[in-house]
C-alpha cells in the first residue's frame, strides 16, 4: 500500500521567495497530484505530475508560479514560487493507489504555508 | 461545470446518533463515488468506494448509498462517537484525467 511522505510539514516564508515541497512515495506509481487548500475550502487541483514528460496545469495554475518536477515514479517537488500572501494554503501531494476499489487514493500530510 | 455539493452547515449530533451527510453532482457520469475523512491540519483519508452499480455499501458503521438518476450519494455514520468528529469530503474522478474533485466537505461534530 502506498504511502507518502511530504515536507516540510509547514513553513512561514518571506514574500517574494519561494518555497519547495517534496513528496517521496514508497512504491511507483505513474501519476501524482498537487492539490491547494485554502482555509476554509476543500482541495482545488493544482496539477498532474506524469514522470518523463511536462505536468499538466489545471485553469488558474501556471508553471513559472508552480514548477514541478518528476524526476522518477517515486518523487515529485512542488515549488511556490514568488510568493504572496495570498499563497498562504495547505498543499497536499496525491497518488491513486492500485486497489483503488479498497484504498482510493492516499494524500500526504499535507504543507501549511504561511507567507508574511 | 462539474459540481459536487454537500451540505454547507456543520452537522451536531449526539452521540449514539446516526449522522447522515449528503453529496449532489452535475456534469459527471461517475463509474464510482468516495468519501474521505479529514482532520484539522492533516490530509484526506480514504474511507469508502462505491460503484455506480451499487446501490449501497457497508463498511462497519459507515454506509453510504449512490443513487445515479438522483445524481446523489448519502454517507451515514451509525452509533456516532466523539472520535468521528471531523470533515467528510465526496470526490468524483474528474471526466478528463484521473485526478479526484472534491466538495466543500461537511464537519461533523459529535457531542457526548
Redesign the interface.
Known amino acids: 500500500s502506498a504511502v507518502i511522505s ?1 515536507k516540510p510539514s509547514r513553513d512561514i516564508c518571506q514574500r517574494g521567495t519561494s518555497l519547495t515541497i517534496q513528496c517521496q512515495v514508497d512504491s511507483q506509481v505513474t ?1 501524482m ?1 498537487w492539490y491547494r487548500q485554502q482555509p476554509g ?3 482545488t ?1 493544482i496539477a ?1 505530475a506524469n514522470q518523463g514528460s511536462e505536468a ?1 496545469y489545471e485553469s488558474g495554475f501556471v508553471i513559472d508560479k508552480f514548477p514541478i518536477s518528476r524526476p522518477n515514479l517515486t518523487f515529485s517537488t512542488l515549488t511556490v514560487s514568488n510568493m504572496s500572501p495570498e499563497d498562504s494554503s ?1 498543499y ?1 501531494c ?1 497518488v ?2 492500485p486497489a ?11 504543507t ?1 504555508l504561511t507567507v508574511v | 461545470s462539474q459540481k459536487i455539493e454537500q451540505n454547507s452547515e456543520a452537522l451536531n449530533i449526539q452521540e449514539g446518533k446516526t449522522a447522515t451527510l449528503t453529496c449532489n453532482y452535475t456534469n459527471y457520469s461517475p463509474a464510482y463515488l ?1 468519501w ?1 475523512r479529514q482532520d484539522p ?7 469508502l ?1 462505491i ?1 455506480e452499480n451499487e446501490k449501497e455499501k457497508r463498511k462497519e458503521r459507515l454506509k453510504v448509498t449512490f443513487d445515479t438518476t438522483l445524481k446523489q450519494s448519502l454517507f451515514h455514520i451509525t452509533a456516532s462517537q466523539p472520535a468521528d468528529s471531523a470533515t467528510y ?1 465526496c ?1 468524483l474522478v ?1 471526466n478528463s ?9 461537511t464537519s461533523l461534530l459529535v457531542t457526548p
Request: aromatic share 14%; no cysteine; proline share 2%.
Open positions: 511530504q501519476m497530484f475550502q476543500s482541495l487541483l498532474t499538466t495547505i497536499l496525491s491513486e493507489r483503488r476499489e479498497t484504498h482510493g487514493y492516499t494524500f500526504g500530510s499535507g501549511r | 468516495q474521505y491540519g492533516r490530509g484526506p483519508v480514504f474511507l468506494l460503484r469530503l470526490a474528474r484525467g484521473y485526478a479526484l474533485n472534491f466538495g466543500k466537505g
